[in-house]
């Protein structure tokens, strides 16, 4: 189960690749932190394929590619495309229904009805590392922030600047961090893969791995759609393109 220690030390890791001494001799990567944060501050809404696989409990689960919508200031239509969980949808509204996120299943008698679950609770944690308010590309940049501020906890990352490289015809630049011998404590991960969209001046890519060097976390953007006029309905439970019951139950 994720804990919110590893969360507050991935922050960290994310501003100790910004504020590392390595970068400062090639580009202000600080100043791309401000270039992303404004052009993410145009974007109001976004659709994406999201792609993630995790090791959770010690165990690597298989990759699932999720449809996502998303809209400012956090609302979020997730559907499951692949997998064991394909089929399965989520909608979250910040603010509205206790701030429950609610999730169908698609399988068994589970399909008969919508369940409100809390977006960090452990039944979430089960499966993932991280809870459904992580979820989107701004939580990255934001996280990203609040790592510069705090980058003096525990000894600072090594980084190589591993390029950049084409993908259909977008440019795409590669960090990886690597955290200090002896640094277990403050770092629970490892290395920290980050790629970056410079078409788009966003954040497309996060990979961590543990101390033994094994993948626990990809974190995949792609297809993505920026400003496409998602509406309310978008974020809907009673949308009549989605398979939501009306049946709810909280858990």
Do not use: C
């Not at 501003?15 to 590392?20: E, K």
């Not at 008698?109 to 993932?128: N, Y």
């Not at 002896?182 to 790629?195: N, T």
Request: charged share 25%; proline share 5%.
């Amino acid at each position: 189960m994720a804990t919110r220690n590893s969360r507050l030390f991935y922050l960290l890791m994310l501003g100790q690749l910004l504020l590392s001494p390595m970068l400062a001799s090639g580009s202000d990567f600080l100043e791309f932190l401000k270039k992303m944060e404004n052009s993410y501050a145009s974007i109001n809404d976004y659709t994406a394929l999201f792609r993630r696989q995790e090791r959770v409990s010690g165990k690597l689960k298989p990759a699932e590619t999720i449809f996502l919508k998303f809209q400012k200031p956090f609302k979020f239509y997730m559907r499951w495309l692949d997998g064991a969980h394909a089929g399965r949808e989520a909608v979250y509204v910040e603010g509205l229904n206790d701030n429950k996120v609610f999730v169908h299943e698609p399988h068994g008698l589970a399909r008969f009805v919508t369940v409100q679950l809390e977006p960090d609770g452990d039944r979430v944690l089960k499966e993932s590392r991280f809870p459904f308010t992580e979820i989107g590309i701004g939580r990255i940049i934001e996280r990203m922030g609040e790592g510069v501020y705090k980058t003096k906890v525990g000894k600072p990352l090594t980084l190589a600047d591993r390029g950049r490289e084409t993908i259909q015809g977008r440019e795409f630049r590669r960090l990886e961090g690597l955290a200090a011998p002896g640094s277990k404590e403050s770092h629970p991960f490892h290395r920290i893969i980050l790629v970056f969209d410079e078409q788009l001046s966003l954040p497309s890519q996060i990979v961590l791995y543990d101390w033994d060097n094994l993948m626990i976390g990809e974190y995949l953007y792609n297809d993505i759609r920026l400003n496409p006029g998602l509406q309310k309905t978008d974020f809907d439970t009673s949308n009549p393109n989605y398979n939501f019951p009306h049946w709810v139950i909280s858990h």
